[in-house]
C-alpha cells in the first residue's frame, strides 16, 4: 500500500469516479490508475469500487471506510510537511486564498491591507472561482483559506466560520421611473428588463425562490458572472440591476442609484472555510481572525480541529 493508492481512492470520489479526471488531477495515466486500483484490491483481498464493466460507479461499503481513512492519512501526512515551516516560518511565507469576484474585489480589500500591515513578509495570492470551484481547490490543497457560499458550509471537510451577511439591493439609473416607486415591489420588477447573477452564485436561488413564490416570471435579459458587468450594463440602459448591496460605490458609480431590496428578498451569508484537522501557519488563525473578530484564534482552532458532527446545521447561504 502507499500514498499514490489512497490519493487515487480520494480522487475518484472527488471526481466522481471519472478516471480520466483522476489521472489529470494526479499527473499520471489512466492506465496506472487503473493499476494501483487492482493492486490496492488485490491486496486488501475487497472490492473498493462498484463497477459497470470497465466503469466505477461509487464505492463499496468496505471503500467507503477505506476513504474516511485514506483521507485522515494524507491529511495527517500533510500536516507533516507543514511542520518545519510553522515553527521555521512563523510570521513569513505565502497565504493562498480561493473566493469568488465579489469578496476579492469589494468585501476582502480592506482586511487584505491590515493582514499586510500585521505580516509584510508574508505574500498573498488569490485564486478567484465559483464557489464549487473554490471548494474543490480547498479540498485538494490549493489554498488555505476559502470564502463562498453553502458550498463550505454543506461539506464535512470543512469547518466554515461566518463572514458577514449581506442584501440584494436595486441598481437603476438616475433617471429610471422606479426611483420615484419605493418601496419599489417584485411585480413592479417584473415588468421591467432584469440585469443580476448567472445561476449557482451570489445569492442568484434567492432572486428566483422569491419571484416564484409570488408566482412571477421576471424577464432577466442578461446573467453576469461579477457585479462590475451587471454595473456596467445598468448603466448602458439595458435594464434594472439586481446585485450585492457591497458591490455599489457611491464615489466611483456616479450615475447610478441604489436602493434597498431587504424586503424583497432573503438575506445572505459569506462564510470563511479551512480544512478540519490540519495544520496551519499562525497567520491563517490570524487572518480569520481579522475576517471576523468576534472569533478568537483557540475559538477558531477548536473547530478545526474537532469532529464533524451530523448536528452540525446546513444552510442555503449563497454569495
Known sequence: MNFQQLKIIRESARCNYN?????????????????????????????????????????????????????????????IRRLADIFSKEDAGVLTIATTHTQARYSLPSVIKEFRAIYPAVRLELHQGSPQEVLSMLLGGQVDVAIASEQLINDPSVAAFPYYRWHHAILLPQDHPLNQQQPITLQQLSEHSLITYRQGITGRSRIDDAFSRAGLNPDIVLSAQDSDVIKTYVELGLGVGILADQAFDQARDT????????????????????????????????FIELCNPSLSINEIKDKVFAEATPEEPVIDYQI
Open 19 to 79: 478516471l480520466t479526471e483522476v489521472s489529470n488531477m494526479l499527473f499520471t495515466s489512466q492506465s496506472g490508475v487503473s493499476r494501483h486500483i487492482r493492486e490496492l484490491e488485490d491486496e486488501l483481498g475487497v472490492e473498493i469500487f462498484i463497477r459497470r464493466g470497465k466503469r466505477l460507479l461509487g464505492l463499496t461499503e468496505p471503500g467507503k471506510e477505506l476513504l474516511a481513512v485514506a483521507e485522515r492519512i494524507l491529511n495527517e501526512a500533510q500536516n
Open 255 to 286: 450615475g447610478l442609484n441604489l436602493i434597498s431590496a431587504e424586503h424583497l428578498f432573503e438575506s445572505n451569508t459569506v462564510w470563511l472555510g479551512l480544512k478540519r484537522a490540519q495544520l496551519q501557519r499562525n497567520y491563517v488563525w490570524r
